[in-house]
């Protein structure tokens, strides 16, 4: 018997209309915005992702609407993580939290 083992990664497909810059401009075209409680659902949801990933050390570094997806619960989705960064602590008594570099989409 060999010893072998497989590396795959899973993706979840999203459908290119729920990109968040997608959905605006169509908005936009039709003259209808969204509602208090569909933003406030999204910014929830947001603030909730963008939380989760402070508290385990993750700065995504390129936050823009093409980068955020809005599903049909409400729920807003955060892809392409190609330029986040850990974060490290300075010094040995932990310091601020902080990244190496500061890159991305100006």
Known sequence: M???FRIGIVCEYIDHKLNLE?????RKQAN???KQDELEKMIVSLISTLSHMQSVG???RD???ANLF???TGE????DFGESKDYFR???DGGDPTTATIRGTP
Do not use: D, S
């Open 22 to 26: 997608y959905i605006f401009r169509k």
């Open 58 to 60: 993750l700065c995504h």
């Open 70 to 72: 809005q599903m049909p």
């Open 63 to 65: 936050l823009k609407p």
């Open 32 to 34: 209808a915005f969204w």
């Open 90 to 92: 300075e010094g040995e």
């Open 2 to 4: 060999y010893n072998t």
């Open 76 to 79: 807003v989705k955060v892809i």
